[in-house]
């Protein structure tokens, strides 16, 4: 029976919710929201933001950044003595793995179907 793209759109939401269903997401949510909270995490991560705005113009502009990079290598540094960010950056990750999987495994599909 072929399905109709409302029903495409049904299992598409179906694998949204399950994701956001999911033990590691309600832990990346809870973490998250938990750094959002954490003053000196936020300055640290705002920081590295704005010194890669700046690395971007210095690419631009063709000048040396290099002493930038280091900046935000320290930065990383402190960062990563927090276990709490140490965790989030975890879960980001795994987070991120997992949905290039689903994506992967979506085209693969696909690409069978065409192919």
Known sequence: ME????????????????????????RYILVRDKIKEDKDIMDRINKVKSIQKEIVNLKYKGKDYKDKDLEIDNILKELNSYPIYLEYDYLVEDLNYMLKYIKESIEDEINKIVN
Request: aromatic share 4%.
């Open 3 to 26: 399905k109709k793209l409302s029903d495409i759109e049904k299992d598409i939401d179906d694998l949204v919710s399950s994701i956001k269903e999911s033990d590691k997401y309600k």
